[in-house]
């Protein structure tokens, strides 16, 4: 297949809601509960939280990815999953998954979810996120 006729596969996603998902058995059946945030929204998360002042847009739209994962409640993840939805390209800050059924509780969690709205500065629902990952 070449150009036009090759096919672009993006990620899924679906509203949490009553969204459960089987437990992961295989990578490819990975799914994760997040927050989207692209670069202009990390910058944006630095300018309202007058993260590193001082500092370019690059360096601090960078830098708030590590700040904000410090900040939103654990465990810290070791891995950063970044996605590209449409015209949305960003990182994934994971409320949970479907790896653990400990992780998979995670999801559920109403109060984890408004530790991270509050943290991220948004109002919006996580959404599921199935692959592929960037």
């Not at 899924?12 to 437990?23: A, D, E, F, R, Y």
């Amino acid at each position: 297949m070449t150009g036009k006729d090759e096919f672009v596969y993006e990620p899924v996603t679906i509203p949490n809601g009553n969204h459960k998902p089987s437990l992961c058995t295989k990578s490819k059946d990975l799914q994760v509960l997040a927050f989207l945030l692209t670069r202009q929204d990390l910058y944006a998360w630095a300018v309202r939280n007058k993260y590193l002042v001082n500092d370019d847009e690059d360096t601090r739209s960078i830098n708030a990815h590590h700040a904000i994962d410090a900040r939103v409640p654990g465990p810290q993840r070791e891995e950063v999953l970044g996605v590209t939805v449409g015209p949305r390209k960003g990182f994934l800050f994971i409320v949970g998954s479907n790896a653990s059924e400990t992780d998979l509780e995670r999801s559920q969690d109403r109060e984890r979810i408004k530790e991270f709205q509050k943290v991220l500065g948004v109002e919006v629902e996580p959404l599921w996120y199935l692959p592929p990952f960037d």
